[in-house]
């Protein structure tokens, strides 16, 4: 997979306290925006079972995935407990020109 | 939903063949190979914006709701003890039990899935006190649930399938005052106690949470001996009235509302709206059992908490099954169903989606 900056999606895409799900290269990724405006990413699949966590709900920094309601903080990838046990890899995400980008390489943080 | 006894090793009738639903048994590899497993179930449509405002989180409905629970068990325990030694005392303590036994089972679930409350130690606190009351090990139970919705009714993969086919009848009776529940949690606890699991436990608590496991069963016979010994040091069994036999002699509302959730309807299917049933209810009983009779949307959409069910069901209804218009129904429904079905296991009720819903999935299609 290139680790080159790949363009995902609008900022605008994505609402406040909220996420969208980003596929590339056979890869699922997740793209979050928090209330202030800041862009985050993460792989799209929950780490306790395979579901896109792009059907989850937003808290301030948590991601909460829409089958077994397992908890993330998306801005580190930290798993916050049961059923979530194994953390989140996040991803470099920047904001040029009211586009998201995002650097699909070496994970910013693993578990 | 909970097993009130689980589907392993049931007796069943000489003449019927008993289906296999242990989660070691070659239905949990049959339901992989047949794409039951870890499978896409069938989602109503919903928008986004408005699945958003359901989902967001309260603290209000479920601390008042949790003080009045609390509330009304001290009154009843405080009319319990007044009345001690006399013919009275069954009317208090009967209600207490039912609080106590049966209503922590909503508060367990809810907590459970994190949605009773906004803030999180809240749900974790209410989590840890109605597991124990509704006499659920914290840990494996979380566990067990978190597979039951996975994998609702799927023979071989759900741990909580509470009536499997052919229906045990007598354990369905004495399931009212958890005596056959009860009697395998404690012996569940003394397992873990020594740090054991059982083999199907085993399959779905991972062993970073294991020694959890262990810890709390302790934890909750340290509790049960406490009680135990205050009661013979009283020589009375008063103590337990409290702590211990609510959880046998209140459950019974418990199985009454837990029954309609999924008994009589379909297995091995991926569609919520075949394998679970909403009941309206009335608001007494709503706040008892916390609106898990919609349990058609709770299933298919387990982020929406307990005081939102009811707008989103609104939502959907128009692509669910009718509901049943009170628990009378419902049994109307499900009693004739469990007894056709101790002869004929293969029976089940059909749920018929109204002419607006979107049509069933070839999986469901074929299963029913």
Known sequence: MSEAWIEAAGAADIGRDDVIRFDHEGRTFALYRTADDH???TDGFCTHAKVHLAGGFVMDHVIECPKHNGRFDFTTGQALGAPACVNLK?????????????????????? | MPAFFRSAGAKMPSA???????????????????????????????????????????????????????????????????????????LPFAAYGVLYGSSSDSRWHESLHRTAFKTVWMNDALYEIASFMVLRESVPWRWSHTRHHTDTIIIGRDPEIAVPRPPDLVGLVLSFFSLKSGPREFRRMFLHARGRLTPAEATYIPVSE?????????????????????????????????????????????????????????????????????????????????????????????LVPYHALGRLHQELKADMPKPYNGLWEAYREIVPTLL?????????????????????????????
């Open chain 2, 210 to 302: 294991q020694p959890k496991v262990y810890r709390n069963a302790r934890i909750y016979l340290a509790i049960y001996l406490g009680f135990i010994g205050w009661a013979v040091a009283l020589r009375s069994f008063l103590p337990l009235m409290y702590v211990g036999f609510p959880s046998f002699y209140g459950a019974w509302l418990l199985l009454i509302f837990g029954l309609t959730q999924h008994a009589g309807l379909a297995e091995d299917v991926l569609d919520h709206r075949l394998n679970c049933r909403t009941v309206y209810l009335n608001p007494v009983f709503r706040y008892l059992y916390w609106e898990m009779n919609y349990h058609v949307e709770h299933h298919m959409f387990p």
């Open chain 1, 90 to 111: 996040t991803y470099p995400v920047k904001v040029e020109a009211g586009r998201i980008w995002l650097k699909v390489g070496p994970p910013a943080e693993s578990a």
């Open chain 2, 340 to 368: 056709r079905q101790v002869k004929d296991p293969t029976y089940h009720v059909k749920r018929e989606l109204p002419a607006t819903a979107r049509p069933l999935s070839p999986v469901a299609q074929a299963a029913t």
């Open chain 1, 39 to 41: 862009y985050h990413a």
């Open chain 2, 16 to 90: 019927i063949t008993p289906r296999d639903y242990s989660l070691t048994g070659p239905n949990s590899q049959l339901a992989g190979e047949r794409g039951l497993a870890d499978a896409q179930w069938y989602a109503c449509a919903i928008s986004r914006a408005r699945l958003k405002e359901l989902m967001q989180r309260r603290d209000g409905p479920a601390v008042r709701d949790t003080l009045l629970w609390f509330g009304l068990m001290i009154l009843t325990g405080t009319l319990g003890y007044l009345t001690w030694g006399t013919g009275w005392t069954i």
